[in-house]
Structures are given as structure tokens and as C-alpha cells.
Nanobody, 123 residues
């Protein structure tokens, strides 16, 4: 199965943009739906976005819809999360995950997870 590795986190000011990358190795990337989740201190892991195996279905969490964009390139085994107009409440560790489901918005549907990348947004 694929093993995701995230990169691109950092410290930015409110209103800024960041692009997270997730490179997956060890499996057939195109067979996996890829999702992004985040977890802030003291809070549960939250669904951010998912892109299905062949880009046919994309879904966002309510708190990021209209600001974040997920995309993938199966030839590069990579999925990205473009985050615009960041807010302090977007501060969290962001995780990339792979699911053998066609399309999933719940964490339990994901088979493998990256280690996470920290995103901090200052006001």
C-alpha cells in the first residue's frame, strides 16, 4: 500500500496562502482516493478534503470550502492542498491519507497516513 509523506507546512500570517504536498510511494497511487485531514491541539481530527481515484469526485469540509483546493497528479504520485486566505483557526497538523475506497470523508476509511505537517496561522 502507498505511504504518504507530507511537506509544505509553515508559519504564515492571516490571509496568506500555503500549498501542501503529499508524495506517495510503495503502491499504485491511482488506485487510492487521497484525503487531507487536520488536527488542532485538544480537538478531534477533522476532514478537510478528498479527491477520488480519477479526479471524478472532490469534496471539502465546510470550514475550508471556497478557500482550499485539492488536486492530484497520478503520474507524479502526488496530491496537493492549496490553501488560500488562511485564518488562525486553520492552525493544525495536516495529514495526508490514502484510502482504497472510491471516495471517503471519514478517517476510519483511510488505510495509511503520513506523519503530518504543521500549519500555523498568526493573526
Amino acid at each position: 500500500q502507498v505511504q504518504p509523506v507530507e511537506s509544505g507546512g509553515g508559519l504564515v500570517r492571516s490571509g496568506a496562502s500555503l500549498r501542501l504536498s503529499c508524495a506517495a510511494s510503495g503502491g499504485t497511487f491511482r488506485r487510492y482516493a487521497m484525503g487531507w485531514f487536520r488536527q488542532a491541539p485538544g480537538k478531534e481530527r477533522e476532514f478537510v478534503a478528498v479527491i477520488s481515484r480519477y479526479n471524478g469526485n472532490i469534496h471539502y469540509g465546510d470550514s475550508v470550502r471556497g478557500r482550499f483546493t485539492i488536486s492530484r497528479d497520478n503520474a507524479k504520485n502526488t496530491v496537493w492542498l492549496q490553501m488560500n486566505n488562511l485564518r488562525p483557526e486553520d492552525t493544525a497538523v495536516y495529514y495526508c491519507a490514502a484510502s482504497t475506497s472510491l471516495y471517503a470523508t471519514i478517517a476510519s476509511a483511510y488505510n495509511s497516513w503520513g506523519q503530518g505537517t504543521q500549519v500555523t496561522v498568526s493573526s
